[in-house]
């Protein structure tokens, strides 16, 4: 099973293109994957340097900078990055001299019941020495701190929510109590389980579950529970001793009211990596929690009206408010931005305890589920909203109307390439054709309904959009840009 998720980080100024190959089975499977890029250079092309430092691309590398036959000329410098030395998957990339068609090619184990991640980094910069700077310079690893999946062709990429959690401390042999006047005392735990009060309900934890606690005091919201599976409970252990059996044999109680951290013994890989596909919710204290979010749907309140978002085509629900808005990224990876007009959601934990957190609680929703659907097709048509909101969406309607100076026009959609909205004059827009014609005009409504790929249709006021790009077009000359890199799998 196969999906894609992009992120443009354009205050950095690169695309990370991730790769997820789920594997469904009860025994391991090996896939291959290959990145096709186009460079947009043409003939022209030049290595100007790669990871190793010279100007080759061949095996040992795990990046390049090329640039177009000439400096300063049109065409961006192109950085890549598609690994590093150490992982479990080493991408093997070829580029032929003068031409701009690299392919990377990955042979990927999957564990059964798994995620595994391939990951591609994407720069373009105006000249090349800014490209090889960010070659030498890019931090992969706080690039990929937020995926939650093993990313195979970095190490130590993605996967480690569970030990992300800030002063978490790591048992080696034996878990380890560390108290706060400084001394550490080493042994096995002999409590078989605590329990958490917290505002939304007490919780009861098996130890053998447990990856290590933070005790409260100062500066912290109460005690912190960090479990395997990547869930954290904040508040209060109900517990007032911890019961340690030392090496020789020897138990003690030690009040809890003395412990700054507990970090249990280190597991079985098979047990370090487990990973879950239950709903999250993560809460603003610290708390994630694992289980089912309920209800029919959220009310989205947007400056095109409210929309109701049916729950099951919700991927993600971003409630940190950047700019006092919401952001929900749907099952095809589409975002919706706005304020949320519910109150409260009800979540059933996976101890099928029924949970109503408030929204001012709420950090964040997530479905990892829907992560795993398979992607929109990289030729999907696109729509850009004036806000930066991006629908993988297609009119409903078999063609659009469009004014012009030698008339009316019903243009089919697999003759637009891309239509602009954005243009100086009211209600004018910019069309570009897949056989490479273009012309200015306007359109003929007020608004169009589209068909996302997650199902959902919607209807959007004309003045609301930005951009439409429906198809690629027919490549004449050089030129390049983040629009217009098809990276392809096969």
């Given at each position: 099973?196969?999906?894609?998720r992009?992120?443009?980080?354009?205050?950095?100024?690169?695309a990370?293109?991730?790769?997820?190959l789920?594997?469904?089975?009860?025994?391991?499977?090996?896939?291959?994957?290959?990145?096709n890029?186009a460079?947009?250079?043409?003939?022209?092309t030049?290595?100007?340097?790669?990871?190793?430092g010279?100007?080759?691309?061949?095996?040992?590398?795990?990046?390049?900078v090329?640039d177009?036959?000439?400096?300063g000329?049109?065409?961006?410098s192109?950085?890549v990055?598609?690994?590093?030395d150490?992982?479990q998957?080493?991408g093997?990339?070829?580029?032929?001299?003068g031409?701009?068609l690299?392919?990377?090619?990955?042979?990927?184990?999957?564990?059964p019941?798994?995620?595994?991640?391939?990951?591609?980094?994407?720069?373009?910069?105006?000249?090349?020495?800014?490209?090889s700077?960010?070659?030498?310079?890019?931090?992969t690893?706080?690039?990929?701190?937020?995926l939650?999946?093993?990313?195979?062709?970095?190490?130590?990429?993605?996967?480690?929510p569970?030990?992300?959690?800030?002063?978490?401390?790591?048992g080696?042999?034996?878990?380890?109590?560390e108290?706060?006047?400084?001394n550490?005392l080493e042994?096995?735990l002999?409590?078989?389980?605590?329990?958490?009060?917290?505002?939304?309900?007490?919780?009861e934890?098996?130890?053998?579950?447990?990856?290590?606690?933070i005790?409260?005091?100062?500066g912290?919201v109460?005690?912190t529970?960090?479990?395997?599976?990547?869930?954290?409970?904040?508040?209060?252990?109900t517990?007032?001793t911890?019961?340690?059996?030392?090496?020789?044999?020897?138990a003690v109680?030690?009040?809890?009211?003395?412990?700054?951290?507990?970090?249990m013994?280190?597991?079985?890989?098979?047990?370090?990596?487990?990973?879950s596909?239950?709903?999250?919710a993560?809460?603003r204290?610290?708390?994630r929690?694992?289980?089912?979010?309920?209800?029919?749907?959220?009310?989205?309140?947007?400056?095109?009206g409210?929309?109701?978002?049916?729950?099951?085509?919700?991927?993600?629900?971003?409630?940190r408010?950047d700019?006092?808005?919401?952001?929900i990224?749907?099952?095809d990876?589409s975002t919706?931005?706005?304020?949320?007009?519910d109150?409260?959601v009800?979540?059933?934990?996976?101890?099928?305890?029924?949970?109503?957190?408030e929204?001012r609680q709420?950090?964040?929703?997530e479905?990892p589920?829907?992560?795993?659907e398979?992607?929109?097709?990289?030729?999907?048509?696109?729509?850009?909203?004036?806000?930066?909101?991006?629908?993988?969406?297609?009119?409903t309607?078999?063609?659009?109307?469009?004014?012009?100076s030698?008339?009316?026009?019903?243009?089919?959609?697999?003759?637009?390439?891309?239509?602009r909205?954005?243009?100086?004059?009211?209600g004018?827009?910019?069309?570009k054709?897949r056989?490479?014609?273009?012309?200015v005009?306007?359109?003929?409504?007020?608004?169009?309904?589209?068909?996302?790929g997650?199902?959902?249709e919607l209807?959007?006021?004309?003045?609301?959009?930005?951009?439409?790009r429906?198809?690629?077009?027919?490549?004449?000359?050089?030129g390049?840009?983040?629009?217009t890199l098809p990276?392809?799998?096969?």
């Amino acid at each position: 099973m196969l999906a894609r998720r992009v992120l443009i980080a354009a205050d950095d100024g690169y695309a990370r293109f991730v790769e997820l190959l789920y594997n469904p089975g009860s025994t391991s499977m090996t896939a291959t994957l290959t990145h096709n890029i186009a460079l947009g250079s043409d003939d022209g092309t030049v290595v100007v340097t790669t990871t190793d430092g010279d100007t080759i691309v061949g095996p040992d590398d795990r990046g390049w900078v090329t640039d177009d036959g000439s400096p300063g000329a049109d065409d961006p410098s192109v950085a890549v990055i598609f690994g590093d030395d150490g992982a479990q998957t080493a991408g093997i990339a070829t580029l032929m001299g003068g031409s701009d068609l690299p392919n990377i090619r990955y042979s990927v184990e999957v564990p059964p019941g798994d995620t595994t991640a391939i990951v591609l980094f994407v720069a373009m910069r105006t000249i090349r020495e800014e490209g090889s700077q960010w070659l030498g310079s890019f931090d992969t690893g706080a690039a990929l701190a937020d995926l939650p999946y093993l990313v195979s062709n970095f190490t130590g990429g993605g996967r480690g929510p569970t030990f992300r959690v800030s002063g978490l401390l790591r048992g080696g042999e034996r878990d380890i109590v560390e108290l706060r006047d400084g001394n550490r005392l080493e042994g096995t735990l002999g409590d078989k389980k605590w329990t958490i009060e917290t505002p939304y309900g007490a919780h009861e934890v098996k130890l053998k579950d447990i990856a290590g606690v933070i005790a409260g005091g100062p500066g912290r919201v109460g005690d912190t529970v960090v479990l395997l599976s990547g869930e954290v409970f904040v508040g209060d252990l109900t517990a007032e001793t911890a019961n340690l059996r030392l090496p020789g044999g020897k138990a003690v109680d030690i009040p809890l009211e003395t412990i700054d951290r507990i970090g249990m013994h280190q597991r079985s890989e098979a047990e370090e990596s487990y990973q879950s596909t239950a709903d999250r919710a993560v809460l603003r204290q610290g708390d994630r929690l694992e289980g089912k979010i309920l209800g029919d749907a959220f009310q989205l309140a947007t400056a095109m009206g409210t929309i109701r978002v049916p729950r099951n085509k919700v991927a993600s629900l971003d409630l940190r408010a950047d700019g006092g808005v919401h952001r929900i990224v749907l099952a095809d990876g589409s975002t919706l931005s706005g304020i949320l007009l519910d109150e409260t959601v009800v979540f059933r934990h996976r101890t099928g305890q029924e949970l109503t957190l408030e929204q001012r609680q709420l950090v964040s929703l997530e479905v990892p589920g829907l992560l795993l659907e398979p992607a929109v097709d990289p030729g999907s048509p696109v729509l850009v909203l004036s806000n930066g909101d991006r629908w993988f969406a297609r009119p409903t309607a078999g063609s659009l109307p469009v004014e012009t100076s030698f008339g009316e026009l019903a243009l089919k959609l697999d003759e637009i390439a891309a239509i602009r909205f954005d243009q100086p004059i009211a209600g004018a827009v910019s069309v570009k054709l897949r056989d490479g014609g273009s012309f200015v005009g306007k359109l003929g409504t007020d608004a169009l309904t589209l068909r996302l790929g997650c199902g959902m249709e919607l209807t959007v006021d004309a003045a609301f959009l930005s951009e439409l790009r429906i198809g690629n077009v027919r490549r004449t000359s050089g030129g390049a840009g983040l629009g217009t890199l098809p990276i392809q799998i096969r």
